[in-house]
T-cell receptor, first 119, second 118 residues
Framework: GAVVSQHPSWVICKSGTSVKIECRSL??????MFWYRQFPKQSLMLMATSNEGSKATYEQGVEKDKFLINHASLTLSTLTVTSAHPEDSSFYIC???????????????FGPGTRLTVL | AQTVTQSQPEMSVQEAETVTLSCTYD???????LFWYKQPPSRQMILVIR??????QNATENRFSVNFQKAAKSFSLKISDSQLGDTAMYFC???????????????FGAGTRLTVKP
């Protein structure tokens, strides 16, 4: 149980275009989803936290208008990178936590990540 | 704000030997959780072990165990009988405990790259 998927796993886009990444909880209701960014050989940096049906809370330094997050249902959150530039190339990981799951109260379950390359 | 420090960027160990990865953290919270995650080359984050701060007993999961020193804010991971499949990045993480979902964001250390040598 507690499986999280991401789609796509790998995307290449041209500079200036927008890219949408989906994060789905497959077997539980994710009341909260988190989006992380990971540069090569670095740690995960939290970008934003989203609760179903409400606006995302962004970490300091993360541009809200550039990284649009939507958490419209209890099983789906999307991250849209708008007007992507090469410096946005990174590995994006989502995680989800929900009600009634075993573990350390609101434990996060991670998706497999999405590699974004902006040319 | 909580910070997590992993002072060992890289470590190596011989197969079947034991290795300890260090982690320290800084917080003013009394109730929280600590985690060790493994990230293999596939980059999928895999939970290795977790510890609730209110529990004095150190957590153990098969070959993995922790040494949790709350007063010292230290949370080291010991891997016994190391296997080639243990080769990965290991991240220490901190999560506050609270009733609000906004309290459970996770903070990660910089990671330790562990290589198990045959």
């Amino acid at each position: 149980g507690a499986v999280v998927s991401q789609h796509p796993s790998w995307v290449i886009c041209k500079s200036g275009t927008s890219v949408k990444i989906e994060c789905r909880s497959l077997d539980f209701q994710a009341t909260t989803m988190f989006w992380y960014r990971q540069f090569p050989k670095q740690s995960l940096m939290l970008m934003a936290t989203s609760n179903e049906g409400s606006k995302a809370t962004y970490e300091q330094g993360v541009e809200k208008d550039k990284f649009l997050i939507n958490h419209a249902s209890l099983t789906l959150s999307t991250l849209t990178v708008t007007s992507a530039h090469p410096e946005d190339s990174s590995f994006y990981i989502c995680s989800a936590s929900g009600m009634g799951l075993a573990g350390a109260g609101n434990e996060q379950f991670f998706g497999p990540g999405t590699r974004l390359t902006v040319l | 704000a909580q910070t997590v420090t992993q002072s060992q960027p890289e470590m190596s160990v011989q197969e079947a030997e034991t290795v300890t990865l260090s982690c320290t953290y800084d917080t003013s919270e009394n109730n929280y959780y600590l985690f060790w995650y493994k990230q293999p080359p596939s980059r999928q984050m895999i939970l290795v072990i977790r510890q609730e701060a209110y529990k004095q007993q150190n957590a153990t999961e098969n070959r993995f165990s922790v040494n949790f020193q709350k007063a010292a804010k230290s949370f080291s991971l010991k891997i016994s009988d190391s296997q080639l499949g243990d080769t990965a990045m290991y991240f220490c993480a901190f999560m506050k405990h609270g009733p609000s979902y906004n309290n459970n964001d996770m903070r990660f250390g910089a990671g330790t790259r562990l290589t198990v040598k045959p």
